[in-house]
């Protein structure tokens, strides 16, 4: 056997080699990945499998993964349920559905707006109230949540729709989010419109809000979610069954001495799966302005 034939021998048993280590990194790559998924599936799995279960045997010692019987009519009773006044289920989640789509397309709208105006125009004191929006997000929600409470009380607003709409009708999350991404924007086809004698309003329509299709979708999204998760706002402004939105309602099956832990999984996972359906439709949009918002500074 010649050297060179040793040569070969030697690299074709390296590339083997390296090979199976490649294949064994890789097979542990995906055991590890679907350990964590599972991990992070576990507790939806087992609120999902909840569902289906009495509330006597969810809080049961040992407790069982299974349902001993299931009992796929705790949907039913849970979508029919009525607490009288209008107070229905399919009542609450459409007045979710109305608040957390006008609240998430008005932060869009305004939200952008403004965006363009602190990333594309000049005007005297830009900075200054850019800086002052920024300084508004450092104060915490419990400090303004009494005078905001005063607030609706002095406008009559207190068990209506608008104590929730016209306070999230644009927010500094939002404003702050567009802005970065719309700086990250070239400035090449913006002024190729304004010499094609575009203004800024049709430049903002046609030119700046295509391209900021992701960071759009992602302030929709967090706006969307972050309405349809809210708990504390619509517990004190709204008083009325039928103005209800669905985290309120759930505690309805939360009574003094009993806890209807089954119904109460019920409507968590109805109020679960839209956000969940909307996630994941739009994942690719969300991560992508994530990603881009960031850019610029």
């Known amino acids: 056997m ?17 090979r199976q280590k490649k294949a064994i990194s890789l097979v542990l790559r995906y055991i590890v990945l679907v350990l964590i998924g599972l991990v992070m599936l576990a507790p939806f799995i087992l609120a999902t499998l909840g569902t289906f279960k009495t509330d006597i045997e969810i ?9 001993s019987t299931w009992h796929f009519e705790n949907w039913v009773k849970v979508w029919n349920t009525d607490v009288g006044q209008g107070g229905t289920f399919p009542r609450w989640l459409l007045n979710t559905t109305f608040l957390a789509v006008t609240i998430a397309f008005s932060q869009v709208i305004f939200g952008s707006m403004a965006a363009y105006a602190f990333a ?3 005007f005297p004191g830009r900075d200054a109230i850019f800086n002052f929006m920024l300084g508004t997000m450092m104060i915490p929600g419990a400090v303004t949540l ?8 002095k406008l009559h607003l207190i068990n209506t729709y608008w104590s929730l709409i016209l306070p ?24 190729a419109a304004f010499i094609d004698g575009a203004s800024h309003l049709q430049t903002f329509r046609t030119v700046i809000l295509p391209l900021a299709r992701p960071a759009i979708l ?24 039928d103005k ?8 309805i099956f939360q009574q003094q001495y009993k806890a209807q832990w089954n119904y109460t999984l019920v409507g ?14 739009f994942s690719r949009y969300y991560i992508e302005g994530v990603a881009y918002a960031g850019i610029k500074g």
């Open 146 to 153: 009494i005078p905001a409470y005063v607030l609706m009380t």
């Open 59 to 67: 809080i049961a010692f040992p407790p069982k993964f299974f349902p």
């Open 244 to 251: 209800y939105v669905l985290n309120v309602a759930l505690s």
């Open 268 to 281: 968590a996972m109805f109020n679960a799966i839209p956000v969940l359906i909307l996630f994941f439709i």
């Open 168 to 191: 999230g009708l644009v927010g500094a999350g939002s404003i702050f989010t567009l802005t970065q991404f719309f700086k990250s924007i070239p400035r090449d086809m913006e002024e």
């Open 218 to 241: 992602t302030v929709l999204i967090l706006q969307f979610q972050s309405m349809w998760n809210a708990f504390l706002q619509p517990l004190l402004y709204l008083n009325s069954p």
């Open 120 to 122: 594309r125009l000049s």
């Open 2 to 18: 010649t050297t060179q034939t040793k040569a070969l021998d030697f690299g074709k048993q390296a590339n083997k080699e390296a």
